[in-house]
Each structure stands twice: as structure tokens, then as C-alpha cells.
């Protein structure tokens, strides 16, 4: 493996019993002197489609991994969505206790456009975790391969609002399933992390009436919890108290053994990707009875709508309407699950494979 400290170091379509991804891009920005990390884990469906996240991390290899499986998510992701999308990430590695200024930031983003370009059109990417629609302006700059530019440079913003929309019909569909009826009003609900898109879901629950316990690892976030009257708890012992939904929207990794096996709630809902710590943990939820909705289905709602609004002629209700499928896509993974006997991990990861050796097909 090429050290990522030689910038411009390539990985190109490096297999091993743990990788199977198309090309993955590790270079040093010239400008920031920080890793970057481009992973493109297929194209079958089209080229690939998957934000670009700055994140703190303890080593470089962290930040490549987690590339390697946000990417590999994606793929699932945009496939169970519909999409002539592949799916692709990009992580900047901050290393913890670094802090980046505008210039800094700037030239992040700068080293990201020229990373993403050089990949000739196989990845577009987008804001995710720690970056926004300006940043992305930022990497305009460098390659037009990029998504979710400020509606004032002539982009289609955030995609923020589409994934909280998502998730939201993801809930409904999940509360029909677990207590009989889609009615939020009095139904008790955990989230954590109230990010753009935790935030925008905790407003809308509220105003559905829910019963709203929350907390994020930012203690500036506990204001909104005061603004809309949820109860504010510490990070860390959010799981462990009874609700009918756990919904967890921080960062990946969250359902681990020892969590899930803490878990006192119906089902688990949310839009962060990656909540499986082990792939296993569909199997423990399903043990314990408690309903798990894949994450890469919940959470399509802002490729659905960065895909759909970059098209000519984009029409915004085509674009809510098929945000708000989730639902029933949803609810065809659960039943499928319960057809099969399977996990809802796998009824949903049969249903974007299939998809994805359709294309296969066609192509043949």
C-alpha cells in the first residue's frame, strides 16, 4: 500500500479478501498537506454518487477505512433507491485536537476538488458530515463533478432537508409496522445527534406531537432541544432508556453489541450511516425482537433529491414524491423479511442487488 503521504498516490482497483472496491485514491493535498481519501466501490449502475465528509479521526488508515465502507454504503444505497448511480465517498482526515481556519478549510476543499477531477467523471461528490453547499462551491472550483451547490452559484443546496424528509416517512412506516398505526403524537422517540438532518427531523416530530428525548456530543445543540421541548439528556446513556424509537443520526458505528444488547425501544430508525458496528448486528436486533430499518434506506432521501434536482427540467414535486417513498419502500423490506425469515438487513440488501445484477444483465 502506497504511504498517502506521496501525494497523488493511487490505489486503483485494489482487490483483497476485505476490498472490492472499483478505485480508491489516497493523496496528500498539496495546498492543505491533509489525507485525502476518494474511494469509488462501483459504477455499474452509473458513476458514482457520495458526499465528501471532513471528520477527526486517529490515524490516516481510520479515515481511509471509513471511505471504504461509507462508500461501499452508498452503492447499496443508491441501488435500493432506484438510482443510475454507483456509490462513492470522499473523507478528509483532520487529526484530533486540529481545528481548520477559513484558509485551511479552503484549501482542503481546493485539494478535494483536484482529487475528485482527477478521477475523470467516475465519482461526483456532494457535502456530507462537516462539510456544506459553500464548501462545495469551494471544490466547483477545481472539477464540475460536484453536486448540492448554493441555489446562488446556480446549484441545487443541501440536500439536508430531502434527508430529513426521508427519514421522517421512514419513521411512519416503521411506527404502521411495530405499533399497528403511523401516528407519531404521543409515541416516545430517542435521537442522537441533532445535526442538519437529526435537527430537522426533532423539529418535525415535535410538531407531530412526539414525546422527545435527545442529545448530541456538540452542548451548543441542547438549545434546540429547550426550543421545541424535548428532554435533553448527556451523549452516552441515550440507549438505555424505554422509548418506542431509537433514532440514531450522529456518525456511524453506533449499534454495537454491547449497545444493542442495552436497546429498550421497539424499533430503530435513523439517518446515520453505517449504525451496524458488525455486520451481525442485524441478527442481535432481530434476537431481541426489535425492528431494525436499514440505514442506506432511510437515509437515500438526499441522493434521491441531489440526483433528481441536477437533472433538466427537475420537478420538485416528482422529486418529494419519491423522497416520501421510502416509506414504502420501507415497508416492503419488512415485509420481505418477515416473508423470508430473513434479517431486514438482508431483504434490503437482496433488493439493491438485485437491481445491481440487473444492470449486470443488461450490460451483457
Not at 296 to 320: E, H, K, T
Request: proline share 3%.
Amino acid at each position: 500500500m502506497t504511504s498517502p503521504f506521496d501525494s497523488g498516490a493511487s490505489l486503483d482497483a485494489l482487490h483483497s479478501p476485505t476490498i472490492d472496491h472499483e478505485t480508491v485514491l489516497v493523496t496528500r493535498g498539496i495546498r492543505s498537506g491533509l489525507t485525502i481519501s476518494v474511494a469509488v466501490h462501483s459504477t455499474k449502475l452509473g458513476p458514482a454518487l457520495g458526499g465528501a465528509r471532513i471528520w477527526n479521526y486517529g490515524s490516516w488508515l481510520e479515515a481511509v477505512e471509513d471511505s471504504l465502507r461509507l462508500s461501499a454504503g452508498m452503492t447499496l444505497k443508491n441501488a435500493a433507491a432506484g438510482l443510475a448511480r454507483g456509490g462513492g465517498k470522499s473523507v478528509i482526515f483532520v487529526p484530533h485536537g486540529t481545528t481548520l481556519d477559513n484558509t485551511a478549510r479552503r484549501d482542503a476543499m481546493l485539494d478535494l476538488g483536484d482529487a475528485v477531477e482527477s478521477l475523470g467523471g467516475s465519482y461526483q461528490t456532494a457535502e456530507d458530515v462537516g462539510t456544506s453547499a459553500n464548501d462545495m462551491a469551494i471544490v466547483s472550483e477545481r472539477t464540475r463533478h460536484v453536486s448540492g451547490l448554493p441555489a446562488d452559484r446556480g446549484g441545487v443546496g443541501e440536500p439536508s432537508d430531502a434527508t430529513a424528509a426521508g427519514v421522517y416517512s421512514a419513521v411512519l412506516a416503521t411506527l404502521d409496522t411495530v405499533l399497528g398505526n403511523p401516528l407519531v403524537r404521543g409515541r416516545h422517540v430517542t435521537i442522537s445527534g441533532l445535526g442538519q438532518v437529526g435537527g430537522r427531523l426533532a423539529r418535525r416530530l415535535a410538531a407531530a406531537g412526539a414525546s422527545l428525548i435527545v442529545t448530541d456530543v456538540n452542548p451548543a445543540r441542547r438549545a434546540l432541544a429547550e426550543e421545541i421541548g424535548a428532554s435533553w439528556i448527556e451523549p452516552g446513556d441515550e440507549h438505555l432508556f424505554e422509548t418506542d424509537l431509537f433514532v440514531p443520526c450522529g456518525v456511524g458505528g453506533a449499534l454495537t453489541r454491547e449497545i444493542i444488547a442495552e436497546l429498550r425501544c421497539r424499533a430503530v430508525v435513523g439517518a446515520a450511516n453505517n449504525q451496524l458496528a458488525e455486520h451481525d448486528g442485524a441478527e442481535q436486533l432481530a434476537e431481541r425482537g426489535i425492528l431494525w430499518a436499514p440505514d442506506f434506506i432511510v437515509n437515500a432521501g438526499g441522493v434521491i433529491y441531489l440526483d433528481m434536482a441536477s437533472r433538466p427540467g427537475a420537478d420538485l414535486d416528482s422529486i418529494l414524491a419519491r423522497v416520501d417513498g421510502i416509506g414504502e419502500t420501507l415497508r416492503s423490506v419488512y415485509r420481505s423479511a418477515a416473508e423470508q425469515g430473513t434479517t431486514t438487513l438482508a431483504a434490503a440488501e437482496k433488493l439493491a442487488m438485485d437491481r445491481l445484477e440487473g444492470a449486470t444483465l443488461r450490460a451483457a
